[in-house]
């Protein structure tokens, strides 16, 4: 398809023929899928079973169909899925925009419960899925595997994937049950980091209760950590930005400042062996609640649809290249000889991810209700159900760690790790299809209709949530949203004020007032709200 | 000074250690200094003597200079300048955004000149940097050489840097010199692309009238279906996003899709071997005349300034990478048995760049002048002085040309190759630092003060360029900038009236507004102005 504008490239001699580069006319045919999913996904957008992922994923399918017709089946290794791509690239972005448009405030009165599934429940269900693939692949007899792969297994596959639960959960429709699930996916990422080292550095085979303390004693060294980092950049970027006065000179610098900072964030926290995804979600929230405050109002626009623009941009890139690369032929050949073998160990797979999630949502909710006191924060089994049921897709997360585990310098060759490549290409796809598809449906039935007040009461009116950044005003509207609960709603006020969550709030506001507002900027000590003096001439 | 972190990362095994592929010590180390650069920038704004680009340049010399003593002496492999990166990824949103933020009035009355400078003039200079370099390096035995890599070395140093234009020159200082140097700049790569194909193709030991006719053919071929692919690209983005609507539901969908189809534009040029270059930029005029009409008030606001940052950014990078690859020791390990003849072929090659632009400049602006009418368009002996003298510079586009030529596969290894690597960094430093650090200078002594009025004739009044952008308006204070010479000011109208520049753009005018505004959109025409209905309701 591409070989002869490939030669005509050689010929000029700009573009070398390395495999290992990325060729112009993939890049060209990426660019374009790019711009029809996002055209279809406009158009599909009224229709309810669709969503801009699942048309992504499909597009991608389509287009690999067709490479594989066009090459007479050869190859699709020109959109080979690339873990480093992946990581260093698009899921930096998305994470951190996740974090800088988030509601900070149900996300904070949370934190326990988003804690408590992100790392208790995610070991819970990676020790039912190692322990559940050792059993059964042994029974199926699958192939030579080590204990240390079927650890692997159990990491790859207890990662709820956060970029999918942002493409089915909306913020606004839903925002208690987005936060819980989203934010498990950010504290998963660093509990999978702390058990990924620890399946490489521990002895495995004598596990006792130093182990474990060592273990846990990890998890919260990392989990600080990766906090500090990315609070710090983040309020190291308010710091500058709010000293040096960027905006009297250039909104351009100000975007760049932040875009690269928050981008350092992420990048620092890989290269100290950090959690990224929690570093660059926690420099996010502390940019959007310090440093947003800081810059030009133009800034503040700019900054906001760019972040969500880049995002989406990688988000749709993500589900094209997923989608194109199930069907690598070289994969599906290695296991032809085993398709029974593989749609069983793919079914397995995907009974243990629906029963180890089942089995630490529904146990870690019981506890979560019986410390919270109010009637209103406690998880009902209708919102239990759709945190289980919102949080099973698997998407490019466990691609990405399943081509890392199974996949190094060709030794898919064995047929063992290739069919545990096309187990998680399985897995992936279908759950994403069917779980997605299905998801906004069962929010629709379980939620929305009968038990609408009570989803209600701990939501803002649903807006869009491009109506929370101000255009004219100055920061006033967003503020208000976001402050929404605790001002004007006296029901809603003490029922906050019995729980102790708000007076940790109380607390944290009086030292943000007194203290940080006043150092790193922030609503009300922002110091140049209306617009730098160069650009303020046009108001 | 990376070695220790990653080897954690291998250990981690989340990224390998592959050599070709960036690790994120490398990318850690980058984006710090991006972030230095753009502080440190920021604080020598107003030091006449620094520009944003030279200061990068030092940063990066400075930073080349302790990865050299850190690794003492071994090697800065890690930071080799990579012309993929440069052409695939930094230079097309620089070229873009020029093309969206160029005032396109003034740019197109001195289309005819742009042409003639852009082709003409790079080719003579190109004939005399070739056999200036063939006739003086016989002489001082360089090594050997074909006339293939005189007429290479022709081809690299009469390639005006637009990236240096646009640090140096300022649009609304000098809008004449800006549009004409950039301008040439972009036709330059036009030039160069059919030069570089002429070189490969063509038998070149026999030079005849036929052969030259079929250069000219060629480059006129090149230049029209590059300028009508970046045409169709700007157009069919007016075209989808007026036709389907997109900001009734997201801001960010309209500023993915601006993105990406400019991208495409510039990535499917390449890839029909066209000129990248000229095509964005025209993306980027239809863009910005069409397109950026059609969106919704925040997305004109995100995309100008989110162009511009990545712009900067990308600018920035370079200077940085150049700084930085300057020191690769391997390459003046090679030549520093013969220093002498690599600084005296460095001081050559200057020299020919010198006088090969002034043999264009002068005799091409006097044939300029011959054709024009007004007075107040012809250009003055000062301003021809000052448009050689800002188009001297050699950056980038040399260094990426250069190691396309002579560091392929390890070439380098052949001492005379090695030789024209460094002499090529020789010719861009200093004709960066040079003639970047004297040309804001000259400018004001050879036009502002004394020249005042005759090079605010072709000026606007003298705005940054953010103004231009409404924040509250529906995109007219922009379009008045812009309008602002035919309509407000009889005596430039009269003027303009005498020219037939004036005649070709009033029957533009009246074909644009009767038939291209109503099907693509652009001022008056898009149908949303206010802002979508979701995002109006904030108004």
Redesign the interface.
Known sequence: MGGS?GR??M??????S?P???S??S??LF??L??AC??I???L?ENRWMNESISALFIGLGTGVVILLATKGASSRILEFD??LF??YLLPPIIFNAGFQVKKKQFFRNFMTIMLFGAVGTGISFFIISFGAKEFFETFDMGYFELRDFLAIGAIFSATDSVCTLQVLNQDETPLLYSLVFGEGVVNDATS?VL??AI?KFDLSDVNSRVVLKFIGNFFSLFITSTLLGVSMGLLSAY?IKK?Y?GR?????E???M???A??SY??A????LSGILTVFLCGIVMSHYTWYNVT???R??TK??F??LS??SE?FIFLYVGMDALDIEKWKLVSSSLGKSVGASALLLALVLVGRAAFIFPLSILSNFFKKAQSDKLTFKQQVTVWWAGLMRGAVSMALAY?QFA?SGHTKQPGNATMITCTITVVLSSTVVFGLLTKHLVRLLLLPSDHNRAMVSSEPSS?N??T????GYGQ?SEDVEMGRTVPRPPSLLMLLSTPTHTVHYYWRKFDNAFMRPVFGGRGFAEFVL?SP??G???
Request: charged fraction near 20%; proline fraction near 2%; hydrophobic fraction near 50%.
């Open positions: 504008v005509v490239l010929m000029l001699g700009i573009f070398t390395d290992d580069k990325v112009v006319d890049i060209t660019v374009t790019l711009c996002i055209v996904g406009h158009l957008e873990e480093e990581f260093i980091v990924f080292n490489q500058i040096l960027f000179h250039s909104t351009d610098r975007v760049a400042l875009i690269l900072m981008y350092l990048i620092m890989e290269l100290f062996d109002e133009r800034s626009i700019t649809h760019a969500a623009t989406f941009i749709t890392n190094k869009p491009s109506t950044l101000p255009l004219l509207e617009g160069k650009e001439s046009i108001h």
